[in-house]
Nanobody
Framework: QRQLVESGGGLVLAGDSLRLSCAAS????????MGWFRQAPGKEREFVAA????????YYADSVVGRFTISRDIAKNTMYLQMNSLKPEDTAVYYC?????????????????WGQGTQVTVSS
């Protein structure tokens, strides 16, 4: 059974940093991409960043370019999201997700596996 588990969320001040982790288990697709999404109260789930597991590239939402960095450790089967210069508008539940194929897509419905989410709250 494929499973994703996020960790690393918390309450921080504006300008602080956090690193989220997503530990993957189970039998993955032969080729896949993973991504981070977030959902704030009353808003739709939105794309944050994605990475091809083979490491061919990464893609970011405009709102996080230059502040967030997505990476993965193949040996640990773990994906990370380093978040710097956090802003109050980054407050949301952050989810990691996985999809078949290496194409990095921004639409949540294209991802098959999801974690339970981790709360990130940025206070001003």
């Amino acid at each position: 059974q494929r499973q994703l588990v996020e960790s690393g969320g918390g309450l921080v001040l504006a300008g602080d940093s956090l690193r989220l982790s997503c530990a993957a288990s189970g039998r993955p697709f032969s080729n896949y991409a993973m991504g981070w999404f977030r959902q704030a109260p009353g808003k739709e789930r939105e794309f944050v960043a994605a990475i091809s597991w083979s490491g061919t590239g990464a893609y970011y939402a405009d709102s996080v370019v230059g502040r967030f960095t997505i990476s993965r450790d193949i040996a640990k089967n773990t994906m990370y999201l380093q978040m710097n210069s956090l802003k109050p508008e980054d407050t949301a539940v952050y989810y990691c997700a996985r999809k078949p194929g290496e194409t990095m897509l921004t639409i949540p419905a294209t991802y098959d596996d999801w974690g339970q989410g981790t709360q990130v709250t940025v206070s001003s």
